[in-house]
């Protein structure tokens, strides 16, 4: 037997199919299930989207089954791996995620799958302790509200200095952010800290010259 002949062999035999027995395939999929049943309650207990997408959330879980079915059709045979590294190499996701946690639990959903299809149920379970510990030590870290945006347009250039003396009255921290100079007056972007931002705003809007004022808030965190 020469050289090619090992070669030809080895491949052949490479490529023989594995038989994987039902209780084993049941096994992977419960336990992937009972997992992504895990994940699919601690997203929807720490997700700070204003707007809860259970879609999202149930095809994040059922993702890992998925996965997992994929592993295990891959452990068969190498055609079938080659042939799915092929398929899925074409497949193109083009929704969006705009919450970064969205990412995490996703890519903790398709984890779970190939880990759990790879039978190191083990594993698998400890990481998602691990995970669900690191989320709320982390989101236990302290941080500081990111400061409000306060917008004003003002008729008189003179509006400036009686601005300045309400917010050092209400005893905030505020930064010039942006000051745009016109014929007839003024808009002013100011980065603005305090307790009570609403009651500002309201004292502002009462000075002479001031058109309109508006305060907006940003979803962020500062960093401390």
Request: charged share 20%.
């Amino acid at each position: 037997m020469n050289f090619s002949d090992i070669i030809k062999k080895s491949v052949v035999e490479g490529f023989a199919y594995a038989d994987l027995s039902t209780a084993k395939i049941l096994t992977t999929l419960v336990v992937t299930f009972v997992i992504a049943l895990y994940i699919f309650q601690v997203y929807r207990m720490v997700t700070k989207s204003a707007f809860y997408f259970k879609s999202f959330n149930v095809s994040m879980a059922v993702i890992s089954m998925v996965t997992a079915g994929i592993i295990l059709a891959m452990q068969s045979s190498i055609v079938i791996s080659l042939g799915m590294v092929g398929a899925l190499s074409i497949v193109r996701f083009r929704t969006a995620i705009k919450d970064p946690m969205d990412l995490l639990f996703l890519f903790w959903s398709i984890g779970t799958g190939i880990i759990c299809g790879a039978g190191l149920y083990k594993v698998a379970v400890i990481l998602a302790v691990m995970v669900t510990l690191g989320i709320l030590v982390l989101d236990m870290l302290p941080v500081r509200i990111s400061p409000y945006l306060l917008i004003i347009n003002a008729d008189s250039r003179k509006a400036e200095a009686a601005i300045q003396a309400v917010l050092k009255e209400a005893g905030s921290s505020f930064k010039m952010k942006s000051k745009n100079l016109t014929g007839d007056g003024m808009d002013l972007i100011l980065e603005v800290r305090a307790k009570d931002e609403g009651k500002i705003v309201d004292q502002i809007c009462e000075l002479p010259g001031i058109r309109s004022c508006s305060l907006l808030a940003h979803d962020g965190d500062v960093k401390v």
